[in-house]
């Protein structure tokens, strides 16, 4: 039997161990199909309800694997239906290769069906981007896309004409105009900054009094060096979106989210810092940090072309985060007046103190905030939390508690609506033995959510650990937006753009198979999770959440709190005194020792 261009694609596919590619059929990969069947489906083609969701599937999977995530798509409609996924990678720094088909080459620049300018529609989005129109192209391409991709965290693309697809393959040759490509391993440079930027971001960070640290996804690999220089600075961190799961929400210190997302302990400690240590972020907010000049700062990243932005950085480390701190640590000198770090660390107690009380708030029927607030003691140590753009992302980032291995991510910088699901569908994939839960608007579900529930009926029955919890944030409202129109101008709710028709998630679920639950009463929404995490296959929790709990901004008091969202509850004297008697009596009940 001949080999032909598709069956080396998917072999190559194999020798770089890729065991998933999350797919959607169409005629310009039919040569591909085929090869697949043949193959007996290795790599295993993974059917989603929609390109998008395939690209955010190898997302969600690259991202908490650490590992390549791949898709694919036929020409025309279907690539460019994988265009938003791709871009999250891009914004994220995200290693995804997409593998999509074209028309045949006879008919291209013919305006045929489906003939659409993918090097056009990829260039942007895409770090590398080639299309094989010969059989000796094809090892150069795929390699080099997907070692472009996991050396830059970054999108690449593949583009095989329909027919070169079904041709036989020829290796490339030892001549003239000839590009051979080898696997080998592929080993990334562990950079380090010199000795002498080392010796001076040391002495700016021994010269501060308080010192403030910021952490994103780029010090993941980075736990225990951020704990010991923390500790050795008497410093308290910061965590960007990105950067939740690096470092658990049970450190004193750690100041949880920032910005405005954020936490108050994190905005009261850049406000007061002299000294900022920024570690594998480029978080975007600089309102949110230090006044300039009034802090000396350091920052260490691992990508030039990511460092020394949003703030007027002193000193710029390119490295990677773990070799530097390491670097870094026997020049530190430890803070001996640990003032700054113990008024921190009451700060961020007093804080979780105050999300517990405003998460058992009486609403209208459940408060958001007590989804999330029932759920951290719940979590299992290995669980992996999603959440999509809207509220939930709010919560998710004051609320939730993370702690030992657990992982989390959400789509930080395109923050774009509908990853919820599929990021969880592609973790299940990376991780069938751990649980996941995602965090879902109605909004989000009603555009995408809804149609991947398919897919996880489909799938779960091979997971090891089938738990994947999507808990719906039922509002029947586009809730985020309707604050930020009301933040912007208190401007009123415009019910054309803002309110959602009603569905019923729970009996949609259902009818597919999962184990679906609607939550109406506050009380039962522990249960509920209880429920969920002990259920025998995939959950849909509906909860019925207030649109009318506010959002309260990060850098006020217990009590400015409570005067924000009364003014945000303008005029409904009632509402309100219903809401301040319930939070007192709830904040009495919960936490005998806290003067609110
Ligand atoms: C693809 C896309 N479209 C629109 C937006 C703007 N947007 C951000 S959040 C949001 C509302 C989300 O509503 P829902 O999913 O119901 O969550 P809620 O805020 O109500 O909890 C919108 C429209 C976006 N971020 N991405
Ligand atoms: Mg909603």
């Known amino acids: 039997m001949t080999t032909t261009v598709a069956d080396q694609l998917l072999e190559r596919l194999r020798e770089w161990k890729v065991s998933e590619v999350f797919a959607y059929p169409g005629d310009g990969i039919n040569g591909i ?9 290795d790599p295993r083609f993974i059917q989603a309800r929609h390109e998008e969701m395939c690209a955010f599937e190898a997302v969600g999977y690259a991202k908490f694997t650490g590992r390549l995530g791949v898709c694919m798509a036929t020409s025309g409609p279907g690539a460019i239906h994988l265009l938003n996924g791709l871009y999250d990678a891009k914004l994220d720094h995200v290693p995804v290769v997409a593998i999509v088909g074209q028309t045949n080459r006879s008919a291209m620049g013919g305006s045929y069906q489906q003939e659409v300018d993918l090097h056009t529609l990829f260039k942007d989005v895409s ?32 583009i095989v004409h329909a027919d070169v697809q079904e041709l036989e393959y020829t290796p490339p040759t030892h001549e003239f105009k000839m590009v051979p490509s080898s696997l080998g391993h592929l080993s990334t440079p562990v950079v380090v900054p010199d000795d002498k930027s080392i010796a001076a971001a040391a002495e700016l960070l021994n010269s501060g009094q308080k010192v403030a640290m910021l952490v994103g996804a780029g010090a993941v ?4 060096q951020v704990e010991q220089v923390a500790d050795v600075l008497g410093a308290g961190v910061a965590k960007a979106l990105l950067g ?32 900022l240590l920024t570690v594998g972020s480029s978080f975007p907010y600089t309102q949110f940090m230090p006044e300039f000049g009034q802090a000396r700062a350091v920052q260490i990243d691992s990508d030039p072309s ?86 939930a992302a709010n919560w998710y980032a004051r609320q939730l508690r993370l702690r030992g291995n657990m992982r989390g991510s959400l789509s930080g910088n395109l923050a774009t609506m509908g990853p919820g699901v599929p990021y969880g569908i592609g973790a299940k994939f990376g991780h069938p033995d751990r649980p996941v839960v995602v965090f879902e608007g109605d909004g989000a579900m009603q555009m995408n959510g809804l149609a991947e529930l398919i897919t996880i009926s489909r799938y779960w029955q091979e ?50 198979g999962l184990y679906a639950l609607p939550v109406e009463d506050p009380d039962e929404v522990g249960s509920a999770w209880d429920r969920a995490l002990s259920s025998d296959r995939p959950t849909v929790l509906d909860f019925h959440v207030d649109p009318n709990v506010p959002p309260i901004p990060p850098h006020t008091t217990f009590d400015q709190a409570l005067s924000t969202a009364e003014s945000l509850i303008k005029g409904d004297e009632d509402r309100w005194s219903v809401i301040k008697e319930g939070l007192k009596t709830k904040a009495q009940e919960l936490l005998p020792h806290s003067s609110s």
């Open 127 to 158: 770090a590398y981007v080639e299309t094989v129109t010969v059989p000796e192209q094809l090892p150069n391409v795929l390699d080099r896309a997907i070692r472009t991709s996991l050396g830059q965290h970054a999108p690449t693309t593949v």
């Open 33 to 41: 199909l085929a090869a697949f069947g043949k193959a007996e489906n």
């Open 306 to 391: 990511f460092i020394g932005m949003r703030y007027p950085y002193e000193i710029n480390l390119v490295g990677d985060a773990r070799a530097t701190l390491e670097a870094l640590l026997p020049l530190l000198e430890r803070k001996h007046d640990r003032n700054w770090r113990t008024t921190i660390e009451s700060n961020v107690a007093e804080w979780w103190q105050t999300m517990a009380a405003e998460a058992m708030v009486d609403a209208d029927p459940i408060n958001p905030m007590r989804l999330f607030s029932e759920l951290s003691p719940r979590l299992p140590d290995n669980a992996i939390v999603t959440a999509d753009s809207g509220s």
């Open 244 to 275: 939740k799961d690096v470092l658990s929400d049970e450190l004193g210190y750690v100041t949880g989210s920032i910005g405005l997302l954020g936490t108050r302990p994190s905005y009261e400690m850049m406000r007061d810092c002299d000294t």
């Open 463 to 512: 997971w090891e650990d089938p738990r994947l919890v999507v808990a719906v944030l039922h509002n029947d409202d586009l809730n985020q937006v309707t604050w930020e129109m009301r933040a912007m101008g208190a401007a009123p709710k415009f019910a054309e753009s803002q309110t959602l028709p009603r569905v019923d998630y729970a009996a949609f679920a259902a009818d597919l």
């Open 221 to 224: 690999g980075a736990r225990e």
